[in-house]
């Protein structure tokens, strides 16, 4: 709090008027940060997907989700890590009610999109594991070994478990 004040040249007694403490504060900054991720990112992001192969649009929307999920770490790790699932990241960008909606509407066209003859029992499973499976193994990997999302090869093993949940072989 003392830092904050002296950066923004307000007391600190005036700081506690307007946050009780340094968790309402940074629940404020990344309120703020995923907004302005649903708003601004989310719409450059569909438009540079158009038209892409499907593993170059995975690698881009992948590639987006680190992103993000660093954002946030580096911004307050354990308030990251402790908030995840409240935060509902990439559930900003539309009216959902639920990470189900979220998923259906999505997701689902998404695949829909790119494998339009796809089962539609296959297709809601591969989009519930695109949708859910790849931001929980990058939660994941922040949690256990940080240092590892931010380099390439992470992101490379992300895209072939995002192709893989396309890829179906019958079950025998």
Same mark, same amino acid.
């Given at each position: 709090?003392?830092?904050? $004040?002296? &950066? $923004?040249? !307000?007391? !600190?007694?005036?700081?506690?008027?307007?946050?009780?403490?340094?968790?309402?504060? !940074?629940?404020?900054?990344?309120?703020?940060?995923?907004?302005?991720?649903?708003?601004?990112?989310?719409?450059?992001?569909?438009?540079?997907?158009?038209?892409?192969?499907?593993?170059?649009?995975?690698? @881009?929307?992948?590639?987006?989700?680190?992103?993000?999920?660093?954002?946030?770490?580096?911004?307050?790790?354990?308030?990251?890590?402790?908030?995840?699932?409240?935060?509902?990241?990439?559930?900003?960008?539309?009216?959902?009610?639920?990470?189900?909606?979220? !998923?259906?509407?999505?997701?689902?066209?998404?695949?829909?999109?790119?494998?339009?003859?796809?089962?539609?029992?296959?297709?809601?499973?591969?989009?519930?594991?695109?949708?859910?499976?790849?931001?929980?193994?990058?939660?994941?990997?922040?949690?256990?070994?940080?240092?590892? &999302?931010?380099?390439?090869?992470?992101?490379?093993?992300?895209?072939?478990?995002?192709?893989?949940?396309? @890829?179906?072989?019958?079950?025998?």
């Amino acid at each position: 709090m003392h830092r904050l $004040s002296e &950066v $923004s040249g !307000v007391a !600190v007694g005036s700081i506690y008027q307007y946050f009780p403490n340094m968790e309402a504060i !940074v629940t404020l900054a990344f309120d703020h940060i995923l907004d302005e991720e649903a708003i601004v990112h989310v719409a450059a992001l569909r438009e540079r997907i158009a038209g892409l192969a499907l593993d170059a649009a995975l690698r @881009e929307i992948l590639d987006n989700m680190v992103r993000m999920e660093l954002r946030l770490y580096r911004l307050h790790r354990e308030f990251h890590l402790k908030y995840h699932p409240d935060l509902k990241v990439g559930m900003r960008t539309g009216p959902y009610e639920n990470t189900r909606q979220y !998923v259906d509407e999505a997701w689902s066209a998404f695949v829909t999109m790119y494998l339009p003859s796809l089962d539609p029992l296959r297709r809601d499973m591969a989009a519930y594991m695109l949708g859910i499976g790849m931001r929980a193994t990058i939660r994941a990997t922040l949690e256990d070994a940080p240092e590892r &999302v931010a380099e390439p090869a992470f992101r490379d093993c992300l895209l072939a478990m995002a192709l893989g949940a396309l @890829e179906f072989r019958s079950s025998s």
